[in-house]
C-alpha cells in the first residue's frame, strides 16, 4: 500500500469514528438529557421515551455501534486490501511481548 492508499485508508477510517461517535453523542446526550422533557411525553409499555433513552438507550445504541464498526472496518479492510493475518508482517511494526 502506498502513501496515498494509507492516506485515503486513514481518512476513511476517520470518517467513519466521527459518524458512528455523532450517533452515539445524540442518542446519549441529546435524547438522554437535552430532549428527555419532550421524549418522555411518548410512553412506550409503559415507560417514559426520555427514561428508556437515558437508562437503556446509550448502551444499546453503542452495543448495536459496535457491530456497525466491525462490519465497516472489514468492508474498509477489504476495499484497500488488508488483511488481518498480514498485520505482523507489516514493516517489523508490531512487537510481541
Known amino acids: 500500500m502506498d502513501e496515498s492508499q494509507r492516506q485515503q485508508y486513514w481518512r476513511s477510517n476517520l470518517t467513519l469514528m466521527s459518524a458512528l461517535l455523532v ?10 438529557i437535552l430532549l428527555v422533557e419532550p421524549l418522555n411525553n411518548i410512553v412506550i ?8 433513552f437515558a437508562q437503556q438507550g446509550a448502551i444499546v445504541t453503542f452495543v448495536v455501534l459496535i457491530g456497525v464498526c466491525v462490519w465497516r472496518m472489514d468492508k474498509l479492510d ?19 511481548s
Open 78 to 96: 477489504g476495499k484497500y486490501g488488508i488483511d488481518i493475518d498480514d498485520i505482523d508482517d507489516y514493516e517489523g511494526e508490531v512487537h510481541h
Open 45 to 52: 409499555n409503559g415507560f417514559p421515551m426520555g427514561f428508556w
Open 23 to 32: 450517533c452515539w453523542f445524540l442518542v446519549s446526550y441529546v435524547c438522554g
